[in-house]
């Protein structure tokens, strides 16, 4: 069946605009998460949905970053704006429920200029 | 506090040698769980196993193994007869209480004919 999808796969931007990464999740999984990865920090959880709640949001780095899930499905986080250090690979990952594997999109590459 | 600890930055080794990637991780809790992905250059995490912390057998699959061992906190990867299609990096993850995938920084695996 289809994976974890996300889009755009690449986004470059100016400093201080506004971005907005997407994530479809596996169809069924209830779970969602977003995570960054960079070079100098690695594998960054950043927040956690169950349904359309979060009640994980700790990973989040500054209020410009928010994130809002509808439906059960899609999933949208945003940046506003911008800076060079948010300049990073966000992945989504879903799970079937929370206690269950996570499974990985391909990332979207966010370079901010 | 839960941390994982990748030691080994990057391992170079020829085809057909065995390889073992090494993971150790620190926890307070008594129920956690134990991941090891792969992001080959394409970049997407792909997951390859998962055990819980009531869990000591060791797992084999195919030219894969893992060896779970709680009293010296570890939970190392195996691959025997390596193969060029094995270089990636690998990443360990500890879950605890919550749902959160904290990562080791990743080993980078290179295979060369």
């Known amino acids: 069946g289809a994976g974890v999808s996300q889009s755009p796969s690449n986004k470059v931007t100016e400093k201080g605009k506004d971005v907005e990464l997407r994530c479809d999740p596996i169809?069924?999984?209830?779970?969602l998460y977003w995570y960054r990865q960079s070079l100098g920090q690695g594998l960054e959880f950043l927040i956690y949905?169950?349904?359309?709640?979060?009640?994980?949001k700790s990973g989040l780095p500054s209020d410009r970053f928010s994130a809002e899930r509808t439906g059960g499905s899609v999933s949208t986080l945003t940046i506003q704006r911008t800076q060079q250090e948010d300049s990073a690979v966000y992945l989504c990952?879903?799970?079937?429920?929370?206690?269950?594997?996570?499974?990985f999109g391909p990332g979207t590459r966010l370079t901010v200029l | 506090a839960q941390k994982v600890t990748q030691a080994q930055t990057e391992i170079s080794v020829v085809e057909k040698e065995d390889v073992t990637l090494d993971c150790v991780y620190e926890?307070?809790?008594?129920?956690?769980?134990l991941f090891w992905y792969k992001q080959p250059p394409s970049g997407e995490l792909v997951f390859l196993i998962r055990?819980?912390?009531?869990?000591?057998q060791n797992e084999i699959s195919g030219r894969y193994s893992w060896n779970f061992q709680k009293s010296t906190s570890s939970f190392n990867f195996t691959i025997t007869a390596s193969q060029v299609v094995d270089s990636a990096v690998y990443f360990c993850?500890?879950?605890?209480?919550?749902?959160?995938?904290?990562f080791g920084k990743g080993t980078s695996l290179l295979v060369t004919p």
């Open positions: 926890t307070r809790d008594t129920t956690y769980y």
């Open positions: 993850a500890l879950r605890n209480s919550g749902y959160a995938l904290n």
């Open positions: 055990r819980n912390s009531f869990d000591e």
């Open positions: 169809s069924g999984h209830t779970a």
């Open positions: 990952a879903s799970s079937l429920d929370p206690d269950n594997t996570q499974y």
């Open positions: 949905f169950q349904g359309n709640s979060a009640p994980d």
